[in-house]
């Protein structure tokens, strides 16, 4: 993968800023963290609201190498809390949110095919490789 460019690097930036003024005019901050064991928390306390979060299986630092070399997650949450939710110690509401995860491999299939990229630090058990179906 080749690098960006300076151009391309400020391009970015300008990108990040706009939308960093729109959420602020929505009363809403943009957090980065590369620490997945929080998005892992996260998403296990996750109520059924949040119908299209992610599996925090392929994200949990416990079984999968993710680091912050390869991987952070994005909340978008609520600037400040309501004092009810402060007195009650809850933390701010997330409006949305997403993880990712970069995945260095010369086969993303066989990474598939093997359920490695789900979990590659632990041993299954239940070892069971995906049947893959060209079409």
């Not at 690098?3 to 957090?31: H, N, P, S, Y």
């Not at 599996?55 to 912050?68: E, F, G, K, M």
């Not at 490695?116 to 239940?126: A, G």
Request: hydrophobic share 40%.
């Amino acid at each position: 993968m080749s690098r960006l460019t300076d151009e391309e690097i400020l391009e970015v930036q300008k990108f990040i800023d706009r939308a960093k003024a729109q959420f602020a005019e929505r009363q809403l901050v943009v957090e980065v963290d590369t620490d997945l064991s929080n998005w892992v928390n996260y998403a296990r306390r996750a109520t059924k609201d949040h119908k299209g979060l992610q599996s925090p299986i392929t994200h949990d630092p416990r079984a999968s190498n993710v680091h912050p070399g390869n991987s952070f997650w994005v909340a978008i949450r609520e600037k400040s809390r309501p004092l009810w939710a402060a007195l009650m110690r809850r933390e701010r509401l997330v409006a949305g949110c997403a993880a990712h995860r970069v995945v260095e491999t010369d086969n993303i299939i066989e990474e598939i095919r093997t359920q490695r990229i789900y979990s590659d630090k632990v041993p299954r058990l239940d070892f069971k490789p995906v049947k893959i179906v060209a079409t």
